[in-house]
Each structure stands twice: as structure tokens, then as C-alpha cells.
Nanobody, 127 residues
């Protein structure tokens, strides 16, 4: 099983960035993929999630309206488009795969339990 993130880097405040997660080695449609953010010294927190089977999505309140998560079943890819980035501490973004029949738009991805993790991609927002 592999999850590999890409797309991180330096983005200016107000700018946009798209993160990608490619998955292999498991039944893509049976899983939800979550994006998590972890700043140095802080806990990993769920940002967004999508169920690959039914397309249900979740967004953490601070990113609603500024982020869009999407899934490409043909490529086993999940994307997180982040717009209008706000100044924040540098953070590593991870994708994680969760076994779930579906997900709730109001329940964060950490509640489902992550079976597989990627190694992360670093995002730095400069002012």
C-alpha cells in the first residue's frame, strides 16, 4: 500500500496551491481519503476528506469556501485545491486512507481511523 503526496511548496498569502495524493495497493472505492495538516509541535488535524465511492466530502470550518477536495477514480488520485491561503505556520500535509462505507460532511477524518498514511508534503505560506 502506498500513498504519495505532492504539490507542496512555498505560496504567498492569498495565493493558491493544489496538493495531490496518489494511492495504490488497495480498493480505492472502498476508502475515504483525508487530508491532514501538522505544524511543528502541534497535533495532526483533519482538514478535508472525500469518500472515493460516493463522493461525500468534509471540510474543517477554517477552510470552508477556500478549499476543494476532489477524487479521480481513473487515476486513484485525490486532490486538495487550496485558495486564498492565509498566513500560518509551515505545516506538513498528509493524506490518509480510511475504511468507511461513507463519511459525514460534519465529522472530521480523524474520527474514522486512518489505516494508511503518506509521508507528507510541506506547505509554507509567506506573508
Amino acid at each position: 500500500v502506498h500513498l504519495v503526496e505532492s504539490g507542496g511548496g512555498l505560496v504567498q498569502t492569498g495565493g493558491s496551491l493544489r496538493l495531490s495524493c496518489i494511492a495504490s495497493g488497495f480498493a480505492f472505492d472502498d476508502y475515504a481519503i483525508g487530508w491532514f495538516r501538522q505544524a511543528p509541535g502541534k497535533e495532526r488535524e483533519g482538514v478535508s476528506a472525500i469518500h472515493n465511492g460516493d463522493g461525500t466530502t468534509y471540510y474543517e470550518d477554517s477552510v470552508k469556501g477556500r478549499c476543494t477536495i476532489s477524487s479521480d477514480k481513473a487515476k486513484n488520485m485525490v486532490y486538495l485545491q487550496m485558495n486564498n491561503r492565509e498566513s500560518e505556520d509551515p505545516a506538513t500535509y498528509y493524506c490518509g486512507a480510511m475504511v468507511a462505507r461513507t463519511i459525514s460532511p460534519s465529522v472530521g477524518p480523524a474520527r474514522y481511523g486512518v489505516y494508511y498514511w503518506g509521508h507528507g508534503t510541506l506547505v509554507t505560506v509567506s506573508s
